[in-house]
């Protein structure tokens, strides 16, 4: 076979491959486990997203966030489902440090990954690369909500945090949370939802970079590997 046309074979398989990965006509997905009953596993989350709309209290909001823990481990072999429960567990966290002082937008979002979530869930509706835009849809809106709760918080006097530790001692993470004590102790729940905020926003983006990391790599594997099947 001639450099040409190893090349078209090539390209060809790659081809192939990327339609496998992203396209509408994705193959079917393994069928999720079953972890218990056999009633919907979504039925009682679905409940707590519309007593939310109504009330928020501190029960409600430690089920939620119970709910979604249950969730991410029956659904643990699909990493979209568990990219939508992080999404529903950092708006949940928000939410309950904030309660009625919470941008109204967070309420909308929250119903609104709720129900991509529960269409994605559905089995045979909608394939994978369809389940990945509801994904990268919702993934949206949240980044443009953090930046306006941002944005709202321009104007705000941050309270004193004590004295700066010394250059090089304390970790990002130690300064958030001890920011995050600081917060508390004092009493102000701007600043506490900042950085429930900032956090969780970080964890959510972190998993879907992680998530992209492992679609490219798996792509690069797949051309080495066609490359090398190619040159002999």
């Keep these: 076979m001639n450099n040409d046309a190893k090349k078209s074979k090539v390209d060809s398989d790659l081809e192939n491959r990327l339609d496998t990965l992203f396209d509408d006509d994705d193959q079917a997905e393994k069928p999720l486990v079953s972890h218990g009953p056999s009633e919907d596993p979504l039925d009682?989350?679905?409940?707590?997203?519309?007593?939310?709309?109504?009330?928020?209290?501190?029960?409600?909001?430690?089920?939620?966030?119970?709910q979604i823990d249950l969730l991410k481990t029956r659904?643990?072999?699909?990493r979209i489902l568990v990219m939508f429960?992080?999404?529903?567990?950092s708006l949940g966290l928000y939410v309950k440090t904030n309660k009625?002082?919470?941008?109204?937008?967070?309420?909308k979002l929250l119903n609104s990954?709720?129900?991509?979530?529960?269409?994605?869930?559905?089995?045979?509706?909608i394939s994978p690369s369809e389940k990945k835009k509801l994904l990268y849809v919702e993934l949206n809106k949240y980044k443009e909500l953090k930046e306006q709760i941002d944005a709202t918080r321009g104007g705000e006097t941050e309270p004193p945090h004590g004295p700066a530790a010394p250059v090089g001692l304390a970790t990002g993470q130690?300064?958030?949370?001890?920011?995050?004590r600081e917060a508390a102790a004092t009493g102000n729940p701007s600043s506490a939802s900042a950085i429930v905020t900032q956090k969780h926003f970080d964890e959510v983006m972190d998993a879907f970079k992680s998530l992209l990391?492992?679609?490219?790599?798996?792509?690069?594997?797949?051309i080495a590997r066609l490359a090398k099947k190619n040159r002999t």
């Design 44 to 66: 009682e989350l679905k409940s707590l997203v519309m007593s939310i709309e109504w009330e928020i209290t501190d029960d409600v909001m430690a089920r939620f966030i119970s």
């Design 75 to 78: 659904f643990e072999e699909d």
């Design 85 to 89: 429960l992080q999404l529903l567990g």
């Design 100 to 107: 009625g002082k919470a941008h109204p937008i967070s309420f």
């Design 113 to 125: 990954v709720y129900n991509s979530f529960e269409t994605a869930v559905s089995p045979g509706k």
């Design 174 to 180: 130690e300064k958030k949370d001890r920011a995050s």
């Design 213 to 222: 990391r492992k679609e490219l790599n798996s792509i690069r594997e797949d």
